[in-house]
């Protein structure tokens, strides 16, 4: 994800995205909606990022979230916050299309609007 999109951002949301891949979506959208940086915890040290307060451990509190606990959990508590849904393919390969399998890269093309936007993003 580009730092750039996130110039005016007042928290980190740590995050193990290759862990999480398939909860990238949902990620975005909380990055979205508490106007936070979502960041590994190693990344964040690594740009000294310790003027932002930590708005979400993602990696702790979604350590064992499927992509529908995620988006549960953001429809109960930010659904308001958000402007409209929207798709993204975090990464799903559909060489059978009732079992997608993880096995591509994100589509990230539009995730600056995403945030802009404060889409649902599922």
Not at 5 to 27: D, E
Not at 62 to 88: E, G, I, N, P, R
Not at 103 to 116: R, T
Request: net charge negative; aromatic share 10%.
């Amino acid at each position: 994800m580009r730092v750039a999109l996130f110039t005016h951002a007042c928290g980190l949301v740590h995050t193990c995205v290759w862990l999480q891949q398939s909860l990238l979506p949902n990620i975005i959208t909380l990055a979205a909606v508490t106007n936070s940086l979502p960041l590994a915890a190693s990344d964040a040290e690594a740009l000294d990022l310790s003027a932002l307060k930590l708005t979400a451990d993602l990696s702790q509190t979604w350590a064992d979230f499927t992509a529908l606990d995620a988006t549960k959990y953001m429809y109960s508590h930010h659904v308001y916050a958000t402007t409209t849904l929207c798709k993204m393919n975090p990464g799903y390969t559909f060489e059978h299309p009732l079992r997608p399998e993880m096995g591509g890269s994100p589509d990230i093309n539009l995730v600056d609007f995403m945030v802009a936007e404060k889409l649902f993003t599922m």
